[in-house]
Nanobody, 115 residues
Framework: QVQLVESGGGLVQAGESLRLSCAASGSISSINVLGWYRQAPGKQRELVAT???????NYADSVKGRFTISRDNAKNTVYLQMNSLKPEDTADYYC?????????WGQGTQVTVSS
């Protein structure tokens, strides 16, 4: 089993930045892929970014050039650096780990961007 705890969300103005963190614990050696997803009020949950064990990254078109996903394997932590935030980035952000054929989710952290 894997436990994930997100932190770093908050309320910011458009154009500002936030850095989200997700700390993993449990059977962390079995994690293959880590990712960030978000769900805006009244909308479907969508993929934001993923990173593999070897560091290969993938981004949604809506955040390319603005967001950066990274991981620190020594600290068992994945990050999402969010720059040039827009009101449409407002959502609950969730960390996800894929391990041995199963998805594990964090509790989520809220990001609100005002104009």
């Amino acid at each position: 089993q894997v436990q994930l705890v997100e932190s770093g969300g908050g309320l910011v103005q458009a154009g500002e930045s936030l850095r989200l963190s997700c700390a993993a614990s449990g059977s962390i050696s079995s994690i293959n892929v880590l990712g960030w997803y978000r769900q805006a009020p009244g909308k479907q949950r969508e993929l934001v970014a993923t990173i593999t064990r070897i560091g290969t990254t993938n981004y949604a078109d809506s955040v390319k050039g603005r967001f950066t996903i990274s991981r620190d394997n020594a600290k068992n932590t994945v990050y999402l650096q969010m720059n040039s935030l827009k009101p449409e980035d407002t959502a609950d952000y969730y960390c996800k780990a894929f391990s041995r054929g199963y998805n594990y989710w964090g509790q989520g952290t809220q990001v609100t961007v005002s104009s």
